[in-house]
């Protein structure tokens, strides 16, 4: 269990409308990932986070914005949903021990549905 | 930039049966390679990992993966395929232990009776 909790688990909502995505972690590590998974794409990252305040984009990252005021909170946010956006997200982190090895451990999961 | 590619979206075998996924890679660099399993509505669990020690990596559940890098790939295998192994793997690349991870599409392992 690498202490992950993302919230909302399940989201439907409306075009047009905002939407944050909570990623809560509990061990303070540094390396904190948003994904989306959508079928026949796999995982394709959207933002990543390298400390407080510290942010860059990935490769799907237009629509997207993130932040992270807290070590232990990233927080993906979607300001005007469409129903591209419609899939479901996942948090990583890279724990303290794995950040020269690389490996990412995931969160559970938040299902989007945008109507 | 780095790649992965899955051959396969879906592969079917007997129980019982030898797995084989397949996973071919792109790097500028001598890569990490990665395999993860996801079971139906969870999130990614790593397999195994490959960080330029040995070429031949076990992992959980009795997978294996061997690093060949004449062929450029990094496939999955098991000897003997139980039911419980029915899920989506995916293979994913990064170029150091501090890049990110890039992840192919998948594969959905079906194992029937």
């Known amino acids: 269990d690498a202490g992950i909790t993302q919230s909302p688990r399940h989201k439907v909502t409306e075009t047009g409308t905002p939407v944050t995505l909570r ?31 510290d942010t860059d984009k990935g490769e799907v990252s237009d629509g997207y914005s993130v932040s992270r005021s807290k070590t232990e909170d990233f927080l993906l946010t979607l300001e005007s949903a469409t129903s591209s956006q419609t899939s479901v997200y996942f948090c990583a982190i890279r724990p303290g021990l794995a950040e020269s090895t690389g490996e990412l451990f995931f969160g559970e999961g938040s299902r989007l549905t945008v109507l | ?28 660099v001598p890569p990490y390679l990665f395999w993860y399993v996801q079971y139906p509505n969870q999130g990614l669990q790593l397999l195994l990992k490959y960080t330029s020690a ?49 992840f192919g599409k998948g594969t959905m392992l079906l194992v029937s009776p």
């Open chain 1, 23 to 53: 990623c809560h972690q509990t061990e303070n590590h540094r390396y904190m990932y948003w994904y989306r998974q959508d079928p026949g794409h796999g995982l394709r990252l959207i933002h990543y986070s390298y400390g407080v305040k």
């Open chain 2, 1 to 28: 930039a780095q790649s992965v590619t899955q051959l396969g979206s879906h592969v079917s075998v007997s129980e019982g049966a030898l797995v084989l996924l397949r996973c071919n890679y792109s790097s500028s």
């Open chain 2, 54 to 102: 040995a070429t031949l990596v076990k992992g959980i559940n009795g997978f294996e993966a061997e690093f060949k890098k004449s062929e450029t790939s990094f496939h999955l295998t098991k000897p003997s395929a139980h039911m419980s192994d029915a899920a989506e793997y995916f293979c994913a690349v990064s170029e150091s232990g501090y890049s990110t991870l890039t």
